[in-house]
């Protein structure tokens, strides 16, 4: 298993154990698998009840969570400092001794199924879903996280468990920590807590599963729409983009927060909300996989607004397109870029979890100056060739709830 450690000067501890297993490393035939496995690490394991695994961090005061992504499961805990070896030997524990009864897999899939109707609920998150379910129809990146009622139900505890066994392996984890503690007693700890358990070999599944390339997610664009009776219309464009390892990724994530980050001068912003006052919120994002990854604008509109709306995002698109970016607008996008990252790595528990994606897909934690290098190499022409590739017309598609 590798590991890495940050030296802070907090008297908080964030520790998390990264699996890189996730949605697309389901059979097909049972969707939601990934995140159901996830759900059942917290009802008990070989020496604790459901409730002691509950409560044992959360009555030292500390926090014990997890998530799934369609590439990797993590289990992360925060804690006192003085409480690490806790939370080390607790997220270990989850990872290796998970007994998966059959009553707690009842209940959870209840827990799952309600989770699954909540987003049905969210407009706003479900289009994310649909969309991407559609552009990557017939692979396992179309499943959605949570899975599907049809997909549950087929899901039973030996289906579980050989999931489980096969891809929580050493080889396939990393564990982080953000702590004010050295590097070489985070390595004895995690040392000790895996010397309780029997060593589970090489993963029986390694293959990657999801579509072969950008260009055969691209090769059917749609315009759909879909009946919601929301009071607003919901309108998502977007198209199959760069993979986690292109280096063309860098000047696409920079194009994507110039167009709709989370700032109040992105352009879609300005644009739809600040000068036409025509939607609460605007974004674009860029989600990146081994193999391929998506770009979208999304926004929320009155549905007299929507067509006039969809014409304000494809002219900005248009004009990332066909022109380069002035000097100064450049400098400012990098400038106000790198101090997002920064504000961000900041956070204990954003840097724990940042560290670990990074070496599960890259084999290293990547800093802050290698990050700096490459936004600041990327140039007013790279932008426009990132722009004219991922939105060309004939590639984009469109995905509408009214």
Not at 115 to 141: N, R, V, W
Not at 163 to 189: E, W
């Amino acid at each position: 298993m590798r590991f890495a450690a940050k030296r802070s000067v907090s008297p908080v501890a964030y520790c998390a154990l990264h699996i890189k297993a996730g949605t697309r490393d389901e059979d097909m035939r049972y969707g939601g698998l990934a995140h159901l496995t996830e759900h059942l690490l917290f009802k008990g394991t070989e020496k604790k009840s459901a409730s002691v695994v509950n409560s044992c961090i959360e009555k030292l005061g500390g926090e014990l969570n997890a998530y799934t992504s369609k590439e990797e499961t993590v289990i992360h805990a925060t804690v006192l400092k003085e409480d690490i070896a806790r939370a080390v030997n607790l997220l270990v524990e989850m990872a290796f001794t998970c007994t998966f009864p059959e009553r707690g897999i009842q209940k959870e899939k209840g827990v799952v199924l309600e989770e699954i109707k909540s987003y049905k609920d969210s407009p706003a998150e479900q289009i994310y879903d649909d969309f991407e379910e559609l552009l990557f129809a017939g692979t396992p990146l179309a499943m959605p996280v949570l899975g599907k009622a049809s997909t549950l139900k087929r899901i039973g505890r030996s289906t579980l468990q050989e999931y489980y066994h096969s891809r929580f392996c050493p080889q396939n984890m990393v564990f982080t920590v953000v702590a004010d503690i050295d590097g070489d007693k985070v390595r004895n700890l995690l040392l000790k807590a895996l010397s309780k358990y029997p060593y589970r070999g090489v993963p029986a599944v390694t293959g990657d599963t999801a579509v072969e390339s950008r260009e055969t997610a691209a090769a059917s664009p749609f315009v759909k729409s879909r009946v919601r009776r929301s009071h607003q219309a919901h309108c998502l464009i977007g198209a199959p983009a760069y993979s986690l390892y292109d280096p063309r990724r860098v000047p696409l994530l920079l194009l994507v927060n110039m167009l709709g980050g989370p700032m109040s001068n992105s352009r879609l912003n300005m644009v739809l909300r600040e000068r036409n006052a025509l939607v609460y919120s605007v974004e674009s994002s860029y989600s990146q996989y081994r193999d391929c990854g998506t770009v979208t604008v999304y926004f929320g509109c009155d549905k007299a607004a929507l067509d006039k709306c969809s014409r304000l995002v494809h002219r900005e698109l248009s004009a990332m397109r066909d022109n380069l970016v002035s000097d100064r607008a450049l400098r400012e996008a990098k400038k106000q870029y790198l101090g997002q990252l920064a504000i961000a790595s900041d956070s204990g528990e954003s840097c724990v979890l940042a560290m670990g994606k990074s070496i599960l897909s890259f084999g290293e934690a990547v800093d802050m100056g290698q990050t700096r290098e490459r936004i600041m190499a990327v140039t007013a022409g790279d932008l426009r060739d990132a722009a004219a590739d991922i939105f060309a017309e004939e590639r984009l598609s469109t995905l509408v709830y009214v």
